[in-house]
């Protein structure tokens, strides 16, 4: 049974830090996701990861993903205020179209 | 561009009653999903669709059912609903199931059970 954990569950930091965010899941996966969500808002797509060693980054955020520890981060670099938002990360069974999502990392980030 | 689309945005319903949640999408996915979002827990897979007519089962599928009849609409039931089926349900829909194809998301319904 695939299993996926992310920590912190929750962090509040202040603008112009950095900071990473962990996804760990428990069995070998072809894909994981990393998507934001805004409160009482839907969710927006933020990257796709799909082998060892892929980066991706966009602005201030930037995902990794490492297959052999099973291992994805979202590493935020001197956080600014529109980044507060739920984080969650979803990983694929292998060759399966479902989802295992984590259960998100609320980010506050204060002014 | 309207993406994927929820109706209702909220319902309360009384136990019992049996409600439909309806999600359309106009991008041509041949994949599409429901969820349901609980207080601090992620997305959990209700049942998904890979294409018109067909539908399976997710990780919690008890206590609802699908239908597919049309490519673009993707229909959630709630026979006989119970509290515990208050949640914030959430459609998605992808182009294929996999690869680098993301699900795109609805704004979600909200339904609480009395």
């Known amino acids: 049974e695939l299993k996926v954990e992310q920590n912190p569950l929750f962090l509040s930091m202040q603008e112009g830090k950095n900071y990473t965010i962990y996804c760990n899941y428990s069995t070998t996966s072809d894909r994981l996701y990393w998507y934001r969500q805004d409160p009482g808002k839907s969710l927006e797509s933020l990257f796709v990861l799909l082998s060892n060693g892929a980066v991706k980054q966009e602005g201030r955020l930037m995902a990794s993903l490492d297959t052999k520890a099973r291992l994805s981060t979202l590493h935020i670099t001197a956080a600014v205020h529109d980044l507060s938002a739920t984080y969650f990360c979803?990983?694929?069974?292998?060759?399966?179209?479902?989802?295992?999502w984590g259960a998100g990392t609320k980010l506050i980030i204060k002014p | 561009n309207a993406g994927v689309t929820q109706t209702p945005k909220f319902r309360v319903l009384k136990t019992g009653q049996s409600m439909t949640l309806l999600c359309a999408q106009d991008m041509n996915h041949e994949y599409m999903y429901w969820y349901r979002q609980d207080p601090g827990m992620g997305l959990r897979l209700i049942h998904y669709?890979?294409?018109?007519?067909?539908?399976a089962k997710g990780e919690v599928p008890d206590g609802y059912n699908v239908s597919r009849l049309k490519k673009q609409n993707f229909l959630l039931g709630l026979e006989s609903a119970a509290p515990s089926q208050t949640s914030v349900y959430f459609c998605?829909?992808?182009?294929?199931?996999?690869?680098?194809?993301?699900?795109?998301f609805g704004d979600g319904t909200r339904l609480s059970i009395l």
């Open positions: 669709s890979v294409g018109e007519g067909t539908t």
């Open positions: 998605a829909s992808s182009a294929t199931g996999g690869e680098n194809q993301p699900q795109h």
């Open positions: 979803a990983v694929a069974l292998w060759g399966n179209y479902q989802l295992i």
